[in-house]
């Protein structure tokens, strides 16, 4: 055997022994499991909304990040149900009579909660979910969610009739919303 060759042989048998270390250690990640999901969707408003959203994450893996992992279903149908609900309400601003300022004034200041206030927390929440930071995604979802809750007040001093498809709307962005919290209190 040459002097060459020596190192060489030496060279490969360490890749091979590095690449099946790697790939014993990929084996091992951890996976997203039933059981988490039913202890996350437990502490969620809505169980069963929360179980839908989490059930194609099954045997996923959690690595790098598992707030990511879990929460970003989760942080995509918040942006879509804010938005969504934003418009909802910026159309029933648009079809309310001009007479009625005080109803007018109400569905306004909802919808620039919305616009304004609650997009801006969700994209902030968005990005530190993508660095793992559970704590500011929890505090940014948290005023998002205070701020709907002042949408709410507001358009319950109205007939109730002429916008319960807004109050609806509301409360089906706080169950998506208590799903992302939920999952911020049970990864590390």
């Given at each position: 055997?040459?002097?060459?060759?020596?190192?060489?042989?030496?060279?490969?048998?360490?890749?091979?022994?590095?690449?099946?270390?790697?790939?014993?250690?990929?084996?091992?990640?951890?996976?997203?499991?039933?059981?988490?999901?039913h202890k996350i969707c437990s502490k969620a408003r809505n169980p069963s909304l929360c179980l839908n959203n989490l059930k194609p994450l099954e045997a996923k893996s959690v690595v790098p990040n598992s707030i990511t992992a879990l929460g970003l279903n989760s942080m995509n149908m918040a942006?879509?149900?804010a938005k969504t609900t934003a418009d909802l309400i910026w159309q029933h601003y648009r079809d309310t009579d001009v007479d009625k300022y005080t109803i007018r004034l109400r569905y306004h200041i909802c919808f620039t909660i919305y616009a304004?206030?609650?997009?801006?927390?969700?994209?902030?929440?968005?990005?530190?979910?993508s660095a793992g930071a559970a704590k500011s995604v929890k505090k940014c979802i948290s005023v998002a969610v205070k701020?709907?809750?002042?949408?709410?007040?507001?358009?319950?001093?109205?007939?109730?009739?002429?916008?319960?498809?807004?109050?609806?709307?509301?409360?089906?962005?706080?169950?998506?919303?208590?799903?992302?919290?939920a999952i911020c209190n049970k990864v590390p």
């Open positions: 055997m040459s002097t060459f060759s020596r190192p060489l042989s030496f060279f490969i048998f360490l890749i091979l022994l590095t690449s099946s270390n790697t790939l014993s250690q990929s084996t091992n990640a951890r996976l997203i499991t039933k059981k988490l999901f942006l879509h149900q304004l206030d609650v997009m801006n927390q969700l994209t902030k929440a968005k990005e530190h979910m701020g709907v809750n002042s949408c709410k007040k507001g358009l319950m001093k109205e007939p109730y009739e002429q916008s319960r498809v807004v109050m609806e709307a509301n409360d089906v962005f706080k169950d998506v919303c208590s799903i992302i919290l």
